[in-house]
């Protein structure tokens, strides 16, 4: 299976702040990675795909990057909705898995 | 608008079947392009993906999982089941059914079932 690690796993930050997370695949993927918003006891949101395509809806402060084995997943200004678990998954190989998420918390 | 939503037991006893329906509304299941799956999320973890199947029946399933898994799909009735036998305390997780775009994402989720493997 193809291991997906996220950094940081917990990040603490401001409203308004440049906050840049990191998904790194244990084996090349192209660019078939997608990453989802969660809240709690709520279910994931589909945020972006292809690396790189934010989904219809979704605020143009996401933004995303990466090719091979090395995503990123941006946002320019945080803002207080968007404290929440980021969870990347690659669509590569079967089976499909995910990073183990990072929390995005308010300092 | 698509919505899904998953219906099936709270709880579940060891070495026991667990099924889950997941019902399809404001759109057809059968629409080219996309698969039907089932995720997993336990207690305070990440994310499992258990497996999809394709309205035409194909099926993909985890290979951690295959051996007790199966997903059908009934066209005439819009919805989508998991099967998976011989649970476990570990099975315990809230369920997640989503539609799956190609080889995009999980574009659309239902709201999640949380399940309990307890005797």
Redesign the interface.
């Known amino acids: 299976?193809i291991q997906l690690t996220q950094s940081p796993s917990f990040l603490s930050a401001s409203v308004r702040d440049r906050v840049t997370i990191t998904c790194r695949a244990s084996q090349a993927i192209s660019s078939?990675i997608?990453w989802?918003q969660q809240k709690p006891g709520?279910?994931?949101?589909?945020l972006?795909?292809?690396a790189s395509t934010v989904?219809s809806g979704v605020p143009s402060r996401f933004s995303g990057s990466g090719s091979g084995t090395e995503f990123t997943l941006t946002i320019s200004s945080l803002q207080p909705e968007d404290f929440a678990t980021y969870?990347c998954?690659q669509?590569?190989n079967?089976?499909?898995?995910?990073?183990?998420?990072t929390k995005v918390e308010i300092k | 608008q698509l919505q899904l939503q998953e219906s099936g037991p709270g709880l579940a006893k060891p070495s026991e079947t667990l099924s889950l329906t997941c019902t399809v509304s404001g759109g057809s299941i059968s629409t080219p392009n996309y698969y039907w799956g089932w995720i997993r999320q336990p207690p305070g973890k990440g994310l499992e993906w258990i497996g999809h199947i394709y309205y035409g029946g194909g099926t993909f399933y985890n290979p951690s999982l295959q051996s007790r898994v199966s997903i059908s799909v009934d066209t005439s009735k819009n919805l989508f089941s998991l099967n998976l036998s011989s649970v476990t305390a570990a099975d315990t997780a809230v369920y997640y059914c989503a539609r799956q775009w190609m080889y995009y994402g999980l574009d659309v989720w239902g709201q999640g079932t949380a399940v309990t493997v307890s005797s």
Request: charged share 10%; hydrophobic share 35%; glycine share 8%.
């Open positions: 299976d078939y997608a989802y709520k279910a994931p949101k589909f972006m795909y292809a989904q969870f998954q669509l590569n079967y089976p499909w898995t995910f990073g183990q998420g």
